[in-house]
Nanobody, 119 residues
Framework: QVQLVESGGGSVQSGGSLRLSCAAS????????MGWYRQAPGKQREVVAR???????KYADSVKGRFTISRDNAENTVYLQMNSLKPEDTAVYYC?????????????WGQGTQVTVSS
């Protein structure tokens, strides 16, 4: 069974930093794309950042210049360094991994980790 285990969430004041980690395990197939998504109360889940197996990255406009996504392919781990946090960053952050079988893509989600930014 594929598992994505997230860690690093917590509560910080505005302007602070957090580093989220997500370790994926349980699959014999390679991970194509990994990403971080977030969902605030009353809002839809939105993509925060994504990174491909070749380390190409994309960011939501709202986090550009503040967040950095990276990955360790050998450990199947993705990170999200969050700097200059704002109250509007408060949300549950979810890790996502997309596996490729060569002809089929499978998407899995972590359990979510709470990030709370106070003003």
């Amino acid at each position: 069974q594929v598992q994505l285990v997230e860690s690093g969430g917590g509560s910080v004041q505005s302007g602070g930093s957090l580093r989220l980690s997500c370790a994926a395990s349980g699959s014999r197939f390679s991970i194509n794309t990994m990403g971080w998504y977030r969902q605030a109360p009353g809002k839809q889940r939105e993509v925060v950042a994504r990174i491909t197996s070749t380390h190409n990255t994309k960011y939501a406009d709202s986090v550009k210049g503040r967040f950095t996504i990276s990955r360790d392919n050998a450990e199947n781990t993705v990170y999200l360094q969050m700097n200059s946090l704002k109250p509007e960053d408060t949300a549950v952050y979810y890790c996502n991994s997309v596996y490729s079988t060569g002809s089929y893509e499978l998407s899995y989600w972590g359990q979510g980790t709470q990030v709370t930014v106070s003003s």
